[in-house]
C-alpha cells in the first residue's frame, strides 16, 4: 500500500493551493483519512480528517479556512487551503487508516510530505 501526496509549492500570503493525496495498492477498504503538518522546529500536527462517511474535523487553527473532501472511488483525499498565511509554511503529510483484508485490522499509512511555502 502506498500514499501518494501532491500539491505543494510556493504560494504568496492570500493565495491557495490544493493538495491530493491517493491510497493505492492491496486495499480492502479505507477508514479516516487526513492530513497533518509539520513546521520547521514543531511537532507534526492534525490538520483535518474525514472518515469515509464524510464526517470532517478539523484544528481550530484552519477552521473556515481549509477544507477536507476525498473521493472513496479513488481512494483519494484532497485540502483544499485558501487564504493562505505564512504560519501555514510546513510539511503536510496524508494519512489512511487501512484495512489489507476482510475483518483484519486498521494500519496507518503514511504518504511522503509535500512541502507548502507561503511567502511573498
Known amino acids: 500500500v502506498q500514499l501518494q501526496a501532491s500539491g505543494g509549492g510556493l504560494v504568496q500570503p492570500g493565495g491557495y493551493l490544493r493538495l491530493s493525496c491517493a491510497a493505492s495498492?492491496?486495499?480492502?477498504?479505507?477508514?479516516?483519512m487526513g492530513w497533518y503538518r509539520q513546521a520547521p522546529g514543531k511537532q507534526r500536527e492534525l490538520v483535518a480528517d474525514?472518515?469515509?462517511?464524510?464526517?470532517?474535523n478539523y484544528a481550530d487553527s484552519v477552521k473556515g479556512q481549509f477544507t477536507i473532501s476525498r473521493d472513496n472511488a479513488k481512494n483519494t483525499v484532497y485540502l483544499q487551503m485558501n487564504s493562505l498565511k505564512p504560519e501555514d509554511t510546513a510539511v503536510y503529510y496524508c494519512?489512511?487508516?487501512?484495512?489489507?483484508?476482510?475483518?483484519?485490522?486498521?494500519?496507518?499509512?503514511w504518504g511522503q510530505g509535500t512541502l507548502v511555502t507561503v511567502s511573498s
Open positions: 494519512n489512511a487508516k487501512i484495512r489489507i483484508w476482510r475483518g483484519g485490522p486498521s494500519y496507518d499509512y
Open positions: 495498492g492491496s486495499i480492502f477498504s479505507v477508514n479516516n
Open positions: 474525514i472518515t469515509s462517511g464524510g464526517i470532517t
